[in-house]
């Protein structure tokens, strides 16, 4: 993972990968809407469900609305890590 800054307000994408609980079926659909309303059509096919989260392309200073939002939704988030910038 590659160190950034919060001050990037740019509209470069990054990997971004969110370990969240789920506690039951309808907590995955909860969290797939969540993540899903912060990216356009062609990247919300390309989020990748993992064992214990999703890993998505997105812009860097959204990483703190998305979390905000999952937690409102009651959705625990246990890690978020930025990887590198998508070409």
Do not use: C, W
């Not at 990997?15 to 309303?37: C, N």
């Not at 392309?57 to 009651?74: G, S, W």
């Amino acid at each position: 993972m590659n160190n950034g800054t919060p001050q990037d307000y740019s509209d470069d994408l990054y990997l971004v990968y969110f370990e969240v609980a789920h506690a039951q079926e309808t907590s995955q659909d909860a969290t797939l809407d969540v993540l899903t309303s912060f990216l356009n059509d062609k990247s919300a096919d390309q989020i990748v469900h993992l064992e214990h989260g999703y890993q998505m392309a997105m812009p860097m200073q959204t990483i703190p609305d998305v979390v905000r939002h999952l937690t409102e939704k009651n959705i625990a988030v246990y890690q978020v890590r930025r990887g590198k910038r998508v070409e």
